[in-house]
């Protein structure tokens, strides 16, 4: 089983990179941003329970997003892998992770990071806010902390796969088909 975990700060490109690696790889798509959303819709009691987190503007614990993960990884039987977007975002979710997918017969096969200067990440993130129209892609104020959040709280994962050999670096710089072609090149590979 391949499981991918794509990793990067705010407009590296982990969304448009991780469309091009499920279609080449056929794989599972897991992004914990949409499973909360669904969930909470769908008014799940694991979505509940995030939701009376998310309300007092607290994070949701660890235990309740790895849950929550968990029962989106169960309803695929026979996955050809898994692209992990947006997760794990702490050690303490890396190591959970780890946990879930060895109860599974399987692991992370690479964290894969795309590398990109910030003032290439500011440049991306003000071009995505003007054709999707998100508001915190416009403020340049509100994308200076998003990248500081990522490099204090984010960034240290990278050693929890550094220290298992399955932390890959990758240029995230250039043409999407560029960066692309990097991707695919470091995960065939193995």
Do not use: W
């Not at 089983?1 to 990793?7: A, G, S, T």
């Not at 910030?118 to 104020?141: F, I, Q, Y």
């Not at 959040?149 to 990758?170: G, L």
Request: proline share 4%; net charge negative.
């Amino acid at each position: 089983m391949l499981n991918i975990v794509l990793f990067g700060p705010p407009g590296a490109g982990k969304g448009t990179q991780s469309e091009r690696l499920i279609e080449k790889y056929n794989l599972v798509h897991l992004s914990t941003g949409d499973i909360f959303r669904a969930n909470i819709k769908g008014e799940t009691e694991l979505g509940k329970l995030a939701k009376s987190y998310m309300n007092k503007g607290q994070l949701v614990p660890d235990s309740v997003t790895i849950d929550l993960l968990k029962s989106e990884v169960m309803k695929h039987s026979h996955p050809k892998g898994f692209i992990f977007d947006g997760f794990p975002r702490t050690n303490n979710q890396a190591s959970a992770l780890d946990v879930l997918l060895v109860s599974m017969n399987t692991s992370i096969t690479k964290m894969i990071s795309l590398d990109v200067d910030e003032e290439e990440l500011k440049t991306r993130l003000l071009k995505r806010a003007e054709v999707s129209g998100r508001a915190d892609d416009a403020n340049p104020s509100i994308i200076e902390n998003r990248i500081a959040v990522y490099q204090k709280e984010t960034a240290p994962v990278k050693s929890f796969y550094a220290d298992q050999n399955k932390f890959f670096s990758i240029d995230g710089m250039g043409s999407v088909d560029d960066i692309t072609k990097r991707l695919f090149d470091s995960i065939d590979a193995n």
